[in-house]
């Protein structure tokens, strides 16, 4: 299975959705847990499920079970808790959710993990496509 992920922020829409159709993808699966701020700018929650219709020929998933708390965003962006912290914190979260079953793989299958953040490296849309890679065991990270 091939697993997409990528982040809103510093693209325009025209970027946007043209790696996400580069990459063949069908489903946004928008794993954050703020979807509809005004911040996010084309991609707020309403405006996604459109665009992934009429851009993809797809549709729009909303997964907040693969967010974290609020609880742990504050800690991490407001308090500066640390991202090995904050890593950690989500990791122990996504076991006691058991995501790898609360998920159906048919919904991941040709999905790409929505996130803000522009990059992977500190995103914890990177770190639940490493979860379901090693709980799945078939799956293929691709980051867009």
């Known amino acids: 299975m091939k697993l997409c992920t990528i982040g809103f922020t510093k693209k325009k829409a025209e970027e946007f959705f043209g790696r996400l159709r580069a990459a063949g993808v069908k489903r946004i699966l928008d794993v954050r847990l703020n979807n509809t701020t005004q911040l996010a700018g084309f ?7 459109f665009f992934a219709r009429e851009i993809l020929g797809g549709e729009y998933v909303h997964l907040p079970v693969l967010a974290p708390t609020q609880e742990m965003l504050d800690e991490y962006r407001k308090e500066k808790g640390g991202w090995e912290n904050y890593e950690r914190r989500f ?5 006691e959710r058991a995501i ?3 998920v159906d793989r048919k919904v991941v299958e040709g ?3 929505l996130c803000s953040e522009d990059k992977p490296h500190m995103c ?4 639940v496509a490493e979860y379901l890679r090693d709980a799945w065991g ?3 990270i691709v980051h867009l």
């Open 124 to 127: 914890h849309r990177r770190v």
């Open 91 to 95: 990791r122990e979260l996504m076991r």
């Open 111 to 113: 999905g790409c993990l």
């Open 100 to 102: 790898e079953k609360a």
């Open 43 to 49: 991609a707020k929650r309403d405006d996604l499920g």
């Open 138 to 140: 078939d799956v293929e």
